[in-house]
C-alpha cells in the first residue's frame, strides 16, 4: 500500500498537551471517559470523521459511527456520552453533562437509572423485569443454563 500524496491524520495531529487539545480530546476528559487510553485514539479519530462529514449528527449517528471501535475498560458509556455531546440534539437532551444511555435510545428506560443501591439490597438471580425486558444475573452455573434455555 503507498501512501505517497495522501492527507494522514492522527490523534496528536488534532490536539496535544503543548499546543492545545482539540474539543473532542477535552470533551473526552470532561467526561472520565479517558479511563486506559487504549480507545481513545479511534473513538476521537472515528468521531472528527463523522462531523467533517457531518456537522450536526444525531446521536444515533454518533453511536453507530463508533460501532467498531473496541472498549476494554468498560469506559465505553462516558465516552459515549462525551461523543454524543457533538450531536445536532445534544443540547436539547445532555444535561449536567449526561446523555442518554444506549439503552434509553431504543425507547427503553431501565427501571433502576439513578437508582442507589443501599446495604440492604439483596442479590437476586433476576435483577430487573418489566413487560418488555428481564435483566438476570446468574448467581451459579445451573441458574445460568436454565436462563440460556430460555431464550
Known amino acids: 500500500l503507498s501512501c ?28 472520565n471517559g479517558s479511563q486506559c487510553g487504549f480507545c481513545s485514539p479511534g473513538m476521537i479519530m472515528a468521531t472528527n470523521s463523522l462531523l467533517h462529514e457531518n456537522e450536526s449528527p444525531t446521536m444515533k449517528e454518533i453511536e453507530h459511527s463508533l ?27 445532555c444535561k449536567s453533562a449526561l446523555c442518554e444511555d444506549i439503552e434509553d435510545l431504543a425507547g427503553w428506560v431501565c427501571p433502576k437509572k439513578n437508582a442507589l443501591f443501599s446495604s ?8 430487573i423485569r418489566d413487560k418488555n425486558k428481564t435483566w438476570i444475573s446468574p448467581n451459579n452455573l445451573e441458574t445460568l443454563f436454565d436462563s440460556l434455555e430460555k431464550i
Do not use: Y
Request: net charge negative.
Open 67 to 93: 460501532d467498531g471501535n473496541i472498549c476494554r475498560c468498560t469506559g465505553f458509556r462516558p465516552i459515549l456520552d462525551a461523543m454524543k455531546s457533538f450531536a445536532g440534539e445534544s443540547e436539547e437532551i
Open 4 to 31: 505517497d500524496g495522501w492527507e494522514i491524520s492522527t490523534v496528536e495531529s488534532l490536539g496535544n498537551k503543548k499546543d492545545g487539545f482539540h474539543p473532542l480530546q477535552s470533551r473526552l476528559a470532561k467526561f
Open 120 to 127: 440492604e439490597f439483596e442479590h437476586g438471580n433476576i435483577l
